[in-house]
């Protein structure tokens, strides 16, 4: 039997904190609704509870500190190291809160997706929800794209719109879009290793989906 025929494809986590966005692929994964398996896990915060979370399945991770790097290029060839051993066929940014640079890209051309609190192009970059709330906007919601040298300006491969409530709080409205983004990210994670997702330039189109 071809073996790398039949291997199940590798999914890698990079993630900076709580790790919510993680777990949905964790229990994607223990409901047999992973199209891949969790093959690691990289932060950049040796203290994030995302790490807890990995521990608890037994799910390989790495470590790499900025701090421990003169460079930013030195830390992004740490990234690419760290990501290289779990040979990863899609890298997910899930909660990953560092600009990945041109020899990262480089090295896992597109193969690496992203999850942003808004609907881009709207309120790309740090405090999506904080930065609706202030605007006004009526509806918001998530977005998974693929990563380009930008901030959050990767081809857009779906979104879900999440309505704005009056009386709602960054933290109120941050929990009603994590929900949509903890079914979305599977949804896309799951196209794009089904062989699902066409890219053609900035349009990509999720066949069946
Ligand atoms: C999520 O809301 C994710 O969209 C956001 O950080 C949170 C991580 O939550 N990402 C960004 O803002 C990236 N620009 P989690 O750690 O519970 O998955």
Do not use: W
Not at 92 to 100: D, E, I, K, T, Y
């Amino acid at each position: 039997m071809d073996k790398e025929k039949h291997r199940k494809p590798r999914i890698v986590v990079l993630a900076s904190g709580r790790g919510s966005n993680f777990q949905s692929i964790i229990d994607a994964g223990k409901l047999g609704k992973l199209n891949g398996e969790i093959a690691g896990l990289i932060s950049d915060n040796p203290h994030a509870f995302v790490l807890k979370r990995a521990d608890k399945y037994g799910i390989p991770k790495i470590v790499v500190e900025r701090g421990a790097f003169i460079s930013d290029e030195d830390f992004q060839s740490g990234l690419i190291g760290a990501a290289k051993q779990f040979c990863p066929d899609l890298l997910v940014l899930a909660g990953f809160m560092r600009l990945l640079g041109k020899n990262f890209l480089n090295e896992f051309k597109d193969r690496i997706i992203n999850i942003h609190p808004s609907l881009l192009p709207a309120f790309r970059g740090l405090n999506a929800q904080k930065q609706a709330l202030e605007y006004g906007v009526k509806y918001t919601g998530c977005t998974v794209h693929f990563i380009d040298e930008g901030m959050d300006t990767g081809s857009i491969i779906d979104q879900r719109v999440v309505p704005v409530l009056p009386g709602d709080t960054e933290e109120i409205l941050a929990s009603r879009i994590l929900r949509e983004e903890h079914v979305l990210l599977v949804e896309c994670i799951n196209a794009i290793l089904g062989g699902r997702v066409k890219r053609d330039g900035r349009k990509v189109t999720i066949i069946g989906g």
